[in-house]
């Protein structure tokens, strides 16, 4: 295990997950099964978190909040710390649901606090994140990723309508965002004036915030793999392909 800056981490994980179904009309989507051991998802999440020592986490939960409890309880048998979160009745979006849990207790209103989404599987070197968040004393670090391939083919149209060229699937020079953030005491207290009963999101509402107040948002790109679990398509790709994923060694049997 890796010795972390940080010990708390809020999991996004109390979304419908539409994308999904109809997996998602009998699993939460962090809870779907995958791989021959048909672990759930979000016990991959845990272990990265664990394996760079953020062992006190926060899951975010919601639609199917019952099943997570049930599965995972206080998470000594994944040596954490879990704490739970309900959302909100009525509120909606990534941000509503961090601050919900800071209202709650479930994570601290002061602080550094690591933001992971639950359907998101990657490789993410956190301990290096979270250095990289400190050495910037930055207000927000978000997390980067190059190389971003289109799930569609690409065209060029010349003269008369007629295709000049096309591209399938092609790969842009592009800095996309993974989901995953370091938010400090700043940027978390700036969350909490923005929280309201609309759908209030972290990277449409408060990341734009940040910078409209001149906070230092700093960058962390990642260059392992990682997936966004959010269709069908996705899915299956995955789980055809997580015993060769390298947090496929974290996570029991």
Request: proline letters at 3%; one cysteine or more.
């Amino acid at each position: 295990m890796v010795k972390s800056l940080v010990t708390e981490a809020a999991v996004l994980c109390g979304g419908r997950g539409e994308r999904l179904r109809p997996l998602t009309d009998y699993f939460q989507k962090v809870m779907v099964p995958i791989g021959h051991k048909k672990l759930p998802l979000l016990a991959y999440v845990i272990g990265l978190l664990k394996h760079h020592g953020v062992t006190r986490i926060a899951l975010l939960t919601g639609y199917r909040s019952e099943d997570i409890r049930h599965y995972f309880g206080n998470g000594a048998g994944y040596g954490v710390e879990l704490r739970y979160s309900e959302d909100a009745k009525g509120q909606k979006g990534s941000l509503n649901a961090v601050v919900n849990a800071m209202k709650k207790g479930a994570i601290s209103k002061r602080g550094e606090i690591l933001v992971y989404y639950g359907d998101v599987l990657t490789d993410l070197d956190i301990t290096g994140l979270l250095a990289r968040h400190r050495v910037k004393e930055a207000d927000a670090t978000i997390v980067l990723s190059k190389g971003y391939t289109l799930p569609v083919g690409t065209a060029t149209v010349g003269r008369g309508g007629f295709m000049a060229s096309f591209h399938e699937k092609p790969s842009l020079d592009l800095s996309v965002t993974t989901g995953s953030m370091v938010l400090g005491s700043a940027a978390t207290a700036l969350a909490r004036r923005l929280a309201s009963r609309e759908n209030t999101d972290l990277m449409t509402h408060l990341l734009p915030a940040l910078l409209d107040r001149g906070l230092k948002v700093a960058t962390y790109y990642t260059e392992g793999a990682w997936y966004d679990v959010g269709t069908v398509s996705n899915f299956e790709k995955l789980d055809r392909e997580i015993d060769r994923h390298p947090m496929s060694f974290l996570v029991r049997p």
